[in-house]
């Protein structure tokens, strides 16, 4: 029910007027003389309230305006992101054009034995100390800046994170997850663009690091409970979410790898990229770093009938990424040790392994290794997949001998090599 402005009226008979005194003159006034008595009141006096508003508007202007000229400017904080002096234009960016410092042989990685079963609650307070909020600049200021999440390996400084994060852009900050509000200018130690990995330093001055404890991604099956922290939209910082081992090894021909990655329904989304994928002992056994999304649908099929991809995060695991890590923190470079041999995932008389269809170093045909031959083992490790023997391969080094168990014509003999840096040769 609206309401508004109501008068009410008196009603019932009118109010008699007081007797006049005898021998009293009632004044005699025309009606016209009432009238204009009337409303000359009232007009003075909203001439008055006129007059007085007026005059208390323009004091009240004239006083603001004097207060706001005697006013400083405020002054502004100072914006603690590394200053780019100049503009370089995507095209003509470089790894130099990167803020650069040098590697350190005497810091070296290495993976701890699993520890007790955490809550999800112990997982995530174990490893939110070692997380960091990624943010780079990129070579040309007007596509902004890239942001992710990365992981202190050392208290000196150390960051792992992924390369992409850093492609084509000239300066990088990082600010801890425990203390958003304070950032530290991150150089580049050196970066593995194929394997999406990047080592940056950074230094802490007063604050004491919380470096991640490296669980070993070898005892991970199928089935295993993990967990995904890291910086989810790139403002979401220090968000956690669980989900299941659900494939591992998955190869570069599908997913765009060498390295055999883990498959993980854990929610992953960009910003999440270079953040740890835990397990129940709140140990890294992963790297965050891509999703498989989109939507797929025969040909000819209508976008009602195709599947959405939901549920499928991919990390690196970490016992295969500390070679390449470890070969950086070294020399600021990474490598690629190989074989010398061009080769396929076969089977050959009931068993299964891999087939050189060439060999093209000079180290395995001094040591015999022949085309056609079946490479059952490497190491003392089974190879039935190309991801089985890179991961034997980059763990052993390119200064490492390798050595073999191949099957030839029937027969099982043994030789040994050691392997080259594919990349020095470029």
């Known amino acids: 029910m609206d309401n508004y402005l109501n008068h009410r009226w008196p009603k019932g008979p009118g109010v008699q007027p007081p007797p006049v005194p005898a021998g009293a003159t009632a004044p005699v006034q025309t009606e016209k003389k009432r009238s204009a008595r009337r409303w000359l009141v009232p007009l003075v006096c909203i001439v008055l309230c006129i007059a007085l508003l007026g005059s208390v508007c323009f004091w009240a202007v004239n006083g603001i305006a004097e207060m706001l000229a005697q006013m400083e400017p405020p002054t502004l904080p100072d914006d603690p992101r590394p200053r780019v002096s100049r503009t370089v234009s995507g095209s003509d960016w470089s790894p130099d054009d990167l803020p650069w410092d040098d590697p350190d042989p005497s810091v070296r990685l290495s993976t701890q034995s699993a520890g007790s079963t955490l809550s999800g609650r112990e997982a995530y307070q174990s490893i939110l100390p070692s997380l960091v909020y990624v943010e780079a600049v990129h070579a040309n200021r007007f596509e902004g800046v890239s942001v992710g999440t990365g992981l202190v390996v050392t208290g000196a400084g150390y960051v792992i994170t992924n390369y992409h994060i850093i492609d084509e852009t000239v300066a990088i900050r990082v600010s801890l997850l425990n203390d958003s509000y304070r950032y530290f200018e991150a150089k580049v130690i050196g970066f593995d663009e194929e394997f999406d990995l990047a080592v940056l330093k950074f230094d802490p001055d007063d604050v004491t690091l919380t470096p991640a404890r490296l669980g070993d991604s070898d005892q991970l099956a199928v089935g295993d409970w993990v967990y995904a922290v890291g910086n989810p939209m790139g403002n979401l910082l220090g968000s956690m979410s669980a989900g299941v081992v659900s494939a591992l090894g998955r190869d570069e021909d599908t997913y765009g790898s060498a390295l055999g990655l883990i498959q ?64 950086i923190l070294a020399t600021g470079r990474t490598w690629r040790p190989a074989i010398g041999i061009q080769c396929a995932a076969a089977e050959v008389d009931g068993r299964r392994g891999i087939r050189v269809a060439e060999v093209t170093g000079d180290a395995p045909q001094e040591a015999g290794l022949q085309k056609n031959d079946l490479i059952l083992t490497a190491n003392g490790t089974p190879v039935a997949s190309l991801v089985e023997l890179r991961r034997v391969l980059y763990r052993t080094g390119a200064d490492g001998t390798l050595y073999c168990t191949v099957l030839r014509g029937g027969e099982i003999i043994d030789v040994s090599f050691q392997l080259t840096d594919s990349l020095a040769q470029e």
């Open 264 to 327: 993980t329904d854990a929610v992953l989304n960009p910003g999440n990229s270079g953040g740890a994928l835990i397990n129940e002992s709140g140990q890294v056994v992963g790297i965050t770093c891509a999703k498989i999304t989109g939507v797929e649908r025969e040909n000819g099929d209508s976008i009602e009938d195709a599947v959405v991809l939901e549920g499928m995060g991919l990390a690196i695991p970490i016992s295969d990424a500390i070679p390449f890590v470890n070969h």
